[in-house]
């Protein structure tokens, strides 16, 4: 198992016991080792949203789509946090992105 693994398998851990810095911090170190680890970023965005660290996670979110732009739940997750930032018409756009996801549609990113 790679260093990056063996990191997550430890941030979740502490995610589990509710040691969401901690989580985060790891997390983190994970995204710095494989900048294209989609789970890392995924967890990491959504451990800062419990934080309340909400713009952070929205940049975490971003990456997220990003590297799956047919990811569901990424899309979702990204919804969440705009929903918590206030920013409202962009958690809609994201919500549409899941929906046309939830249908069998793909997402198209290139524009």
Known sequence: ???RDDLFDEANGCLAVGDLEEAAALYRRCTQ???DFFDGWHALGMALLKLGQVKEAIGCGLQSVT?????????????QMYVRDGNIPEAEAAKGNARILSLGG???RSS
């Open 67 to 79: 590297l799956r732009p047919n990811d569901l739940l990424a899309w979702t997750s990204l919804s």
């Open 33 to 35: 080792l494989d900048p």
């Open 1 to 3: 198992m790679s260093e």
């Open 106 to 108: 793909k997402v198209d």
